[in-house]
């Protein structure tokens, strides 16, 4: 049926060859003439007009010119749909001038005269009549095959993966979908039997090459996942080989998202998020929402990445007071304005301040009181950071203090500091930073724990890899970059980094912070960590484009600081298990409290007066595994 269809298309485009419509013209002009003959002999039995010579006379006559007429007055060329009176005009020219000729030779020819008015005037109006109905039917079928065209080009033909029964549910779910039609189903594997479901044929494919061919016999436009899991498990195999294709990649909507088992919308594309290199880390919420139902709770950085989201999961627990603290003008508005439509009856407080405000952060502290802290504030990017260690030391390691200390000061139960992988091993600035915060924070929690500082505070530390989709993170990035038409900038070809979704991220800091019993440092199972090449080739390819072909790739070089490979656990740490198989706690090296905080009393001080080597020596002796990589700090390395 689709051959059937491109090959009408070529005529439609044409609005119908022009000398198909000329030899329908011709024939139909010599039908009206032969009838026009038999009419008027069945009419008038005496007229004797069914003769050979007759015949061949009236219809020689009229085949000759009715050729001359159409061709010279381009009758031919009239259509129906941009018909005006003139062209009209034309078939009664054709036919006029016809009958008027084909009159005359017969007359002279056959010489009979008694009926040849009868058919003349029969021949003309069934001459007109034939061109007219003709050309509606053109127009009917044009429109018909238009229809059937746009139809085709409106309806995305999509292959499903799979022949499970999520797989083949989607049959019933798409059967009324005007944009979607499912072509057939496409197994990875061999099979010796054709197996055909809900009649659509499964293709059983093992190489790129069969796979190509199952596309092209369908004509198909795109593959449709089940499940997110079934993409996952395909990302090194069917979803290779489609995006090598060019084909899209679909996600069926989830059960609860229909309306009597139908599609109500668009099936959605996959996205890089989609294809991690694990599954989803699933977390159950019960718990979590038990245990801040009722409280007041701060998130510091709550206008970032992960402070932003974290906002919007507390938000639906039932929590008395949400305080977004945040030194972020726009941002905060922009969530603000976020929470006001979608949560009308949270009472949540947006307070604009720094974390390295002491008095600021007081006041916040003082007049609402929160239970439970989230310290999601910090500087972040890595280059930014070598080239302005100072202001990271202040946000970073004095904020975080500064936190902890009012934590401590209003009998705040949990605080929960959301660190980095970069904190392993640091090698470079903001990592040594967020790695010196959570020594001064696991050392405050060691002296409560030892009867040496007073307070009820418990101190909870989270380190994750980089989150997929946070602000300056490389998607956006890459984004980007393909949006212009490249390059996209790899740091290095080998370079690989952990990845969690930012949902994934919070959600595991809100169950960090339920199950903590107070001073750990959680790590989470990130699973295999992704190469960055890869990303961004993946992220090529679902853009529509090929890398190093439409898209190039260009390796810019490791920048100052940057490390091939994270950690999550230093050489020196060992974890324990807890009760959620992806979270693990950390035994990290204890230090003690009043060392701790002489030392970062004493990076304050640097970092304010702008003393940048001595504060970056300082550093370095505070946390020896800090081993400066690409960067001018090499030089303090011992």
């Not at 013209?25 to 010599?30: I, K, N, P, W």
């Not at 490979?565 to 979270?583: A, G, K, W």
């Not at 020596?617 to 020896?624: Q, T």
Request: with cysteine; net charge neutral.
């Amino acid at each position: 049926m689709n051959r059937l269809i491109k090959r009408l298309s070529k005529y439609v485009n044409k609005y119908l060859n022009t000398r198909f419509v000329f030899f329908i013209d011709m024939c139909l002009s010599l039908i009206a003439s032969l009838l026009a003959v038999v009419l008027v002999n069945v009419l008038v039995p005496k007229a004797d007009l069914v003769t050979f010579k007759s015949l061949s006379s009236w219809l020689g006559a009229s085949a000759v010119f009715s050729f001359l007429f159409i061709w010279f007055l381009r009758a031919y060329r009239i259509i129906i749909r941009h018909t005006t009176l003139k062209d009209l005009a034309k078939f009664v020219f054709v036919a006029l001038l016809k009958v008027l000729a084909t009159g005359t030779v017969y007359g002279v020819m056959v010489g009979n005269t008694t009926s040849l008015y009868l058919v003349m005037v029969s021949d003309f109006f069934l001459t007109f009549a034939f061109f007219f109905v003709m050309r509606v039917a053109m127009f009917i079928a044009y429109d018909m095959v238009k229809g059937m065209m746009e139809h085709k080009k409106k309806c995305m033909n999509v292959l499903v993966y799979g022949v499970g029964v999520k797989s083949v549910s989607l049959i019933a779910r798409l059967q009324d979908s005007s944009n979607y039609n499912i072509v057939g189903f496409l197994q990875f594997g061999k099979s010796s039997v054709s197996h055909i479901i809900s009649e659509k044929k499964t293709f059983y494919v093992s190489t790129e090459e069969e796979f190509k061919d199952a596309l092209n016999s369908v004509d198909a436009d795109a593959i449709l996942f089940a499940t997110e899991e079934d993409a996952r498990l395909e990302k090194d195999r069917m979803i290779k080989y489609a995006l090598s294709s060019g084909m899209k990649l679909l996600f069926a909507p989830a059960i609860d998202e229909m309306v009597d088992g139908k599609v109500t919308h668009s099936l959605r594309n996959i996205e890089i998020e989609d294809l991690l290199m694990r599954p989803e880390i699933k977390i159950s919420m019960e718990e979590i929402i038990a245990n801040f139902n009722g409280k007041t709770i701060m998130v510091t950085g709550a206008a970032g990445s992960i402070g932003s989201e974290l906002t919007r999961q507390l938000a639906t627990f039932g929590v008395k007071e949400l305080v977004l603290f945040d030194n972020a003008e726009t941002p905060m508005h922009n969530l603000r304005l976020e929470l006001e439509e979608k949560f009308p009856e949270l009472n949540f407080i947006p307070v604009i301040g720094d974390v390295r405000q002491l008095q600021r952060l007081d006041y916040a502290f003082r007049k609402w009181r929160p239970q439970v802290v989230f310290h999601a504030a910090a500087y972040k990017h890595v280059p930014l950071m070598e080239d302005n260690p100072c202001e990271a030391v202040l946000v970073n390691v004095a904020g975080s203090r500064n936190v902890a200390d009012k934590c401590l000061e209003y009998d705040v139960e949990k605080m929960v500091m959301v660190s980095t992988d970069k904190a392993v091993n640091p090698t470079n600035i903001m990592g040594c930073t967020k790695r010196l915060a959570e020594i001064y924070v696991q050392s405050m929690g060691l002296a409560m724990e030892q009867g040496k500082k007073a307070g009820k505070t418990k101190f909870v530390t989270t380190r994750f890899g980089n989150v997929l989709g946070s602000n300056g993170s490389v998607i956006p990035r890459f984004r980007e970059q393909i949006a212009k038409g490249g390059p996209v900038t790899v740091t290095h070809p080998e370079i690989t980094r952990f990845f969690m979704t930012i949902p994934e991220a919070c959600r595991l800091v809100m169950e960090a912070a339920t199950m903590s019993t107070g001073n750990q440092i959680f790590v989470f199972d990130m699973g295999e960590s992704v190469k960055i090449d890869d990303l961004a080739r993946r992220m090529i390819y679902l853009a529509g484009f090929k890398p190093d072909e439409d898209i190039k790739i260009e390796y810019s070089g490791l920048r100052p600081g940057e490390k091939l490979y994270e950690e999550v656990l230093s050489n020196n740490e060992n974890t324990l298990p807890t009760d959620h198989s992806r979270i693990r706690i950390a035994k990290v090296r204890e230090y003690d409290y009043a060392e701790a905080l002489a030392g970062v009393d004493e990076l304050e001080r640097l970092s304010r007066e702008v003393e940048i080597n001595d504060m970056v020596k300082l550093m370095k002796d505070i946390v020896p595994e800090f081993i400066s990589k690409n960067s001018k700090f090499e030089k303090f390395d011992k």
